[in-house]
Structures are given as C-alpha cells and as structure tokens.
C-alpha cells in the first residue's frame, strides 16, 4: 500500500513540475532563447572542466569561471509577474 501511495506522490508531483516547466517556456514573457543558451553554456563548460584532466585544461577553476553566462537568466520574467 505505502509503495503504491508514494508511487502515485511522486507521478503527481512530476505531472506539475512539467506542467509548470511547458507554461514558463511557452509564456509571451518567456526569455526562452535566454534560458536554453545559457543552460547550454552551463552544460559546455560543466563538460569542459569534466574532461580537463585527460585533455589538460584549464581545470576546475579555470572552466567554472566562466558560468558568469548563467547571468542571462536574470533577465526572466519573476514568478509573481506570471
């Protein structure tokens, strides 16, 4: 019974976080090409420093020093404008 109510919680919980994710990125105020290009840049540079001890890269530091992308995502919309 306690594995099928959680189960049931959790899908729940999961139908509204996708709700809620398709209303921002299909919102008029949606800075949509905003957000993904950052994430984008975020997940590059997250690879980057990843993958520097085997191609010798700048490393732990010199490849989050540039998450100053992520700063593009202040330009959204706040949630009690929606």
């Known amino acids: 019974m306690s594995d099928n ?7 729940v919980l999961t139908a509204i976080i ?3 994710i398709i209303s921002v990125l299909v919102s008029k105020s949606a ?3 905003g957000v ?3 994430g984008g840049s975020a997940f ?3 690879l980057s ?3 520097s001890p085997v191609t010798g890269g700048s490393g732990l530091l010199g490849g989050l020093g540039s998450l100053g992308s ?3 995502l202040s330009n959204t919309v706040p949630l ?3």
């Not at 109510?5 to 899908?11: C, E, F, G, H, K």
């Open 49 to 51: 420093t990843a993958v």
């Open 31 to 33: 800075n949509t090409a």
């Open 36 to 38: 993904l290009q950052a």
């Open 80 to 82: 009690t404008q929606l």
């Open 5 to 11: 109510l959680v189960t049931s919680v959790i899908a």
């Open 70 to 72: 992520l700063g593009g």
């Open 18 to 20: 996708g709700v809620a």
């Open 44 to 46: 590059s540079n997250i």
